[in-house]
């Protein structure tokens, strides 16, 4: 078995070390949204199932919204401020319209965002290969 020693980073040593990056649908990241008070409470447990967040049976609605600590679990665990932050891939709209997202991380997959778990992972070297395909960048004239 050989010795893993960084894992995303390729080994390069400069500020990207500590990366990971994720090419996300941008649909994926608009129903990270978390719920209002205009969701039921139904909804607001199938969303904080599907993000891991815990809570009791016994909850009302308002103590749901309440233990939900972001706006937005994807954002909220990557680098990004905010979907406005986002690099998006030009000229696609719709299901296939997708952004990327960097979250700092380890050595150690289990200490990866449990909200990334479904997404492939890449290093800085693989998402620089994705960036430059055509539906990533723009002619300038």
């Known amino acids: 078995m050989s010795e893993e020693t960084n894992r995303w980073s390729d080994d ?13 649908p941008v649909a994926d990241i608009n129903s990270a949204d978390a719920p209002t008070d205009s969701n039921t409470k139904t909804q607001i447990k199938t969303w904080m199932d599907s993000y891991g967040y815990e809570y009791t049976s016994d909850m009302s609605k308002s103590e749901l919204l309440e233990a939900i600590p972001v706006s937005n679990a994807l954002i909220a665990n990557s680098i990004q401020s905010g979907k406005d932050t986002l690099r998006k891939n030009n000229g696609e709209t ?48």
């Open 12 to 24: 390069y040593s400069g500020r990207w070390k500590s990366r990971a990056y994720l090419v996300v």
């Open 94 to 141: 719709g299901d296939s319209s997708k952004a990327l997202l960097k979250f700092a991380c380890d050595n150690d997959a289990d200490n990866d965002p449990s909200v990334f778990s479904s997404y492939d992972k890449l290093s800085h070297s693989q998402v620089m290969s994705v960036l430059s395909g055509s539906e990533w960048t723009s002619s300038i004239e």
